[in-house]
């Protein structure tokens, strides 16, 4: 069974920072896209960033030059260190992965359970 599980959140000031992390577990044979999302209140989900196999990386306008993804294969771990926090980063941000599993062919898509990131202003 396949869990991807998120910690690092919490609350910080403005200005502050926060690293997020995401663990992979499971019987996968290989790591597609990684990425992560959020989803603020009233709001639809969207993407913050986003990494591939090879480590090619995108970002929202909004976090570009403050957020960082990367990846660490040997941990089956993504990361994502936020720097200067604004209040309107607050939101339920949630680790998204799409694996290929140990027999299977076709990569799917897998989901965390959120962490909550709480920005005071």
């Known amino acids: 069974q396949v869990q991807l599980v998120e910690s690092g959140g919490g609350l910080v000031q403005a200005g502050g920072s926060l690293r997020l992390s995401c663990a992979v577990s499971?019987?996968?044979?290989?790591?597609?896209?990684m990425r992560w999302l959020r989803q603020a209140p009233g709001k639809q989900r969207e993407l913050v960033a986003a990494i591939t196999s090879d480590g090619s990386t995108n970002y929202l306008d909004s976090v570009k030059g403050r957020f960082t993804i990367s990846r660490d294969n040997a941990k089956n771990t993504v990361y994502l260190q936020m720097n200067s926090l604004k209040h309107e980063d607050t939101a339920v941000y949630y680790c998204n992965a799409d694996l290929i599993l140990r027999g299977g062919f076709v990569a799917k898509e897998y989901w965390g359970q959120g962490t909550q990131v709480t920005v005071s202003s």
């Open positions: 499971g019987s996968i044979f290989s790591f597609n896209a």
